[in-house]
Each structure stands twice: as C-alpha cells, then as structure tokens.
C-alpha cells in the first residue's frame, strides 16, 4: 500500500537575494508585513491565509505522490520566497520545498500591473529588442537595443539591485513588505539606475572626457552594463547618458513584471527652479556664458511604466502610463530620481500630484523666454516662445519597428487655446506669477528675425544658413546685427565658439523679407538648439 502524506502546512518566506554579507541585517518574515505566509490543506483551517493552495486536478493520489497549486494573492511582495512544508502536526521542522521567484503580473487583472491587451503585452514586457530614438526633432534617427531581461543572470541582478537600494539598507522589513507596490519599485528603480547617491549602476558623464570607462555610445545593449556592475561589486559602470540610462531601468522594470517603453522628447527642456520656464541671457553683444541653468536638450530618453494610482485618485484617473526618468537631473525627496508621474496628470497640468509632475511637465510644454540683459545688471524680456520646447515625443510602435508619435499623450496642440488654458493653470498651482512664465511685455515686436537653413545639416560637412528680418513698423530704422555661432552638446550646453559677425542693416516700414547673410560655414560638427 502507498501512503501519502497531505500537506498539513505550507509555509512562504519572502528572503533577500542579496550578498551573504548583508543576509545577517535582514528582518524575520511578518505576516503583519506580507511577507511570511502560512496555508495548507484543508483549505478551511487557513481562511486568513493570503496565500491559497489546493490539490492538482491531474494528481494521482494511489500512486504516492501529489501535484499541489499554489495561488499568492495579487499585493503580495516581489521577490525570492523560500518554500517549506510539513506533512505531519507533530513536526517541528518543516522539509525544503524550494524556492521561487514571485515577480509582478500584467495578465492578472487584480494586479496593480495589469495590461489588458495581450499585444502590448507581448510588446512592453517580454519582447526583448526594441529601438531607441535619438537626434533632433527634425532629424529623427533610431537605434537598436537589447534589452535581455530574460538572460539567465538578470532577473537575481535586478532582484540584487532592491536589496541594496539604500531604502532597504535602512529599513529592510518595511523595504522588502514595499515591494507589492510598482509604483514604490518604479521609483526604488528610477534611483538605483544612476549612480548620484546611492551606489547605483551607472555614473553619468557629459563633457566629452571618458577617461575610466567607455562613451555612453559604446553601448548598444542592457546585459553588458548590469553584469558589469554586479561583476565589480556594485562599482558605477562609466558612462551613461539619458538613453542608456532609461534603456537599462526598461530592462530591469520589465525583468520584475511591470510593462514599460522607452520614450524620447526632442527639444526637452530642463527646468532647475521649478517655475516652468525656460530663462536664455544674451547680451548686447550676442550670446553670454548662460546665468540660467535652465537649459533645452535636442532630446531626452526617459521610460513610462504602465500602472495603476490609487494613491492619486478612486477613480482610475492617473491609471496607466507613468514617466520614470532614472536620468540624475534634480533630486526628488533628497535623491536623485523622478517619477512615477502620472502622463494624464502631465496632460492636464495637474502639477501638485506625485511624484515630479511639474519637472516632467516643464519636460514637454515650458515656455522659452529670452531675457537681454544690460550693462547695469537689469533685464528685459524680449521674446518668448511658447511652442518649440516639447516636440515630436517619440516610442516604438506596438509589434512593429515603426515610430509612433505620442506628443498628444502629453500636451494639447501647440498654439491652441486648451494648451494656454493648461499651462496657465499649472503656472498658477506651482506659485509663480503668470506674467513672469509669460513675459513681462505682450507688444509685438517692430522686427522679426528668423534663421533658415539652406543645407540640410550633415556631421562632419559644412552648413549654410541665413537671417531673415522682417520690419511691422512704421519707421526707418538701422539695425547693428552681432551674430554669434556656438556649437551646443545635445543637453544645451555650449561647447565652443564658433563664428561671430557683425552686420549694419537699414529696415525701410513695413519691410518684408530681407536676408542678411548666406553661407555661414561650420567645418566641424555640431548640434544646434
């Protein structure tokens, strides 16, 4: 006769997957905190149980063994659980059943993941290859990237990396009882990517100099760069910029279950004080060393995660795609991460939600103001623009290598009155006087100056552009033009003077287009903004 043995207690532990070095700081398991869990057969006796198990309908009892399905519940922590069982009361010692690794789920509808469309799921969780874009917004270019979140190794880096985040070294028990919760991994994440603060996985670098490492365009690939870090002790990999950055953290939130792009804004703005503008200082001389540290990126490369808000609203509103920026610009909450914000709350300038919505905001629909400033240390506002920060916001189509464009995800068209209508309200909600964001004189200016290109630019290749000046006065009037070229790096900042020239023009009233120069030549690469 076979005797079988139904599981009295089955018993889940949620255990750290960290460097046998630190194991001795981690909490015991709480069921308070989820992360303990005690259930068996019958199912009756464990009601409390969050953790549910039941006999497979295909076991075969006669024969002496028994196939079990265990169910967690859909909040339970993210993570490596150890498995243990007893078969009898009188046990003190359960047996070893294993372990196993309980990532998120975008195919249950309970969890906070939850991805309705199998396509997008296929796309924004398990496809492993995707493109990121790069360049300038009128001249988009792509390249490829793996991201690798199913090799071997990643899944115990990725679970590596949350067990050192500095949340968890400080508090591993509330840490580790956290991890039900994307929208708190999302950010763990977001932190972890960069190496600011915190031993994170890559060190950031934008001067051109890489000594100690390799350019951020060496790679092409996510695996290379987290087995790199895990391999030198959790030392920086030098070094990234913004897509390698966004790149990897897609890599590691699609490793732990939670559906996520990559996405690029061109002409992104960078906004350090936080009041939605974008401040440029010439003077009269032509460009000046920048007063601001407001700069606008040709394009910045950040990830939206797909999750659920319940913490920002009962009624599903900020459901869905989440900006996650691991890129260090400016810290949030004392620490150099940003997001998860709410793409909804973007698009409706719902700026007071959390996390960093107005940073984001400034991201894609900031006005640009242009400030002269005179001898004496005043200014005047002499132009803004209000249309050019925020353009042709860019991901990977679902299922096919195409572009889409997703800019009305984040902003209402350019030169609408909804678009005012919103950035005024978000001016207003982040205490900045709306004639500061706007401009302190409405008149329209006597002249009007914009610079055409007449080649199409080319890395390495010469290119000629013109100025072209328009007069609505009524006057006469004789202009001393200083034109100063500089070459930017793709953050805005400049790199080096290139050409400067001084021209005289005489502007009769009402005149149209007049052009001042042609084949201005660049003999060295460069990105404009």
């Known amino acids: 006769h076979h005797v079988v043995f139904m599981p009295r207690r089955i018993e889940a532990v949620l255990r750290a997957n960290g460097d046998n070095s630190i194991l001795g700081r981690w909490p015991q398991p709480s069921e308070a905190l989820g992360t303990r869990s005690v259930f068996g057969l019958p199912e009756g006796r464990w009601k409390r149980s969050s953790w549910k198990v039941k006999v497979h309908q295909g076991s075969v009892l006669p024969v002496g063994s028994i196939t079990l399905d265990i169910t967690s519940p859909a909040d339970?922590?993210?993570?490596?659980?150890s498995l243990s069982v007893k078969t009898s009361a009188t046990a003190s010692v359960g047996s070893s059943l294993g372990k196993l690794l309980l990532l998120f789920n975008p195919w249950c509808q309970e969890d906070w993941v939850h991805l309705p469309e199998e396509e997008e799921r296929q796309e924004y969780v398990m496809r492993e290859q995707g493109l990121v874009y790069k360049g300038s917004d009128n001249y988009i270019s792509s390249m490829a990237w793996n991201f690798g979140q199913f090799e071997d190794d990643i899944v115990d880096i990725c679970l590596k990396l949350l067990d050192v985040n500095p949340k968890c070294l400080s508090d591993p028990a509330k840490d580790f009882s956290a991890r039900c919760n994307p929208i708190y991994v999302s950010r763990v994440v977001s932190a972890m990517i960069n190496a600011n603060d915190d031993g994170g996985v890559l060190m950031g670098r934008w001067d051109g100099q890489y000594d100690g490492g390799v350019s951020p365009t060496h790679w092409n690939g996510s695996v290379e760069v987290l087995r790199r870090w895990l391999k030198y002790g959790g030392n920086p990999v030098k070094y990234g910029q913004c897509w390698v950055f966004a790149a990897v953290m897609c890599t590691v939130l699609r490793c732990l279950g939670i559906p996520c792009r990559v996405v690029t804004n061109f002409q992104s703005a960078h906004d350090t004080d936080k009041n939605l503008t974008i401040d440029d200082f010439f003077s009269d001389y032509g460009v000046r060393p920048k007063q601001s540290p407001d700069s606008v990126w040709n394009y910045h490369v950040w990830v939206e995660a797909w999750m659920r808000r319940p913490d920002l609203s009962v009624d599903s509103l900020y459901d869905g795609w989440q900006a996650v920026d691991p890129t260090p610009q400016e810290k949030s909450t004392g620490v150099y991460c940003c997001g998860p914000a709410p793409v909804k709350a973007i698009l409706q300038g719902h700026v007071d939600l959390k996390y960093d919505v107005p940073f984001v905001f400034a991201e894609v629909n900031a006005d640009r103001v242009t400030w002269m400033?005179?001898?004496?240390?005043?200014?005047?506002?002499?132009?803004?623009?209000?249309?050019?920060?925020?353009?042709?916001?860019?991901?990977?189509?679902?299922?096919?290598?195409?572009?889409?464009?997703?800019?009305?995800?984040?902003?209402?068209?350019?030169?609408?009155?909804?678009?005012?209508?919103?950035?005024?309200?978000?001016?207003?909600?982040?205490?900045?006087?709306?004639?500061?964001?706007?401009?302190?004189?409405?008149?329209?200016?006597?002249?009007?100056?914009?610079?055409?290109?007449?080649?199409?630019?080319?890395?390495?290749?010469?290119?000629?552009?013109?100025?072209?000046?328009?007069?609505?006065?009524?006057?006469?009037?004789?202009?001393?033009?200083?034109?100063?070229?500089?070459?930017?790096?793709?953050?805005?900042?400049?790199?080096?003077?290139?050409?400067?020239?001084?021209?005289?023009?005489?502007?009769?009233?009402?005149?149209?287009?007049?052009?001042?120069?042609?084949?201005?030549?660049?003999?060295?690469?460069?990105?404009f903004n």
């Open 76 to 81: 339970a922590p993210v993570g490596e659980y």
């Open 373 to 527: 400033v005179f001898a004496d240390g005043s200014k005047k506002n002499i132009f803004t623009d209000t249309v050019s920060v925020g353009q042709n916001i860019s991901t990977k189509a679902v299922g096919s290598d195409k572009r889409v464009d997703i800019t009305a995800n984040y902003k209402h068209a350019e030169g609408t009155e909804k678009e005012r209508a919103v950035y005024n309200q978000a001016v207003k909600k982040v205490n900045i006087p709306e004639e500061n964001s706007n401009g302190i004189h409405d008149d329209k200016p006597g002249v009007s100056m914009k610079i055409v290109e007449l080649t199409k630019p080319v890395s390495g290749k010469d290119i000629d552009l013109e100025l072209v000046l328009n007069s609505n006065d009524n006057e006469t009037r004789t202009l001393v033009i200083n034109v100063n070229v500089q070459a930017m790096r793709y953050n805005g900042i400049p790199s080096s003077q290139i050409q400067t020239e001084l021209k005289e023009q005489k502007l009769l009233p009402n005149q149209g287009r007049v052009k001042m120069f042609q084949s201005l030549s660049m003999s060295r690469p460069t990105m």
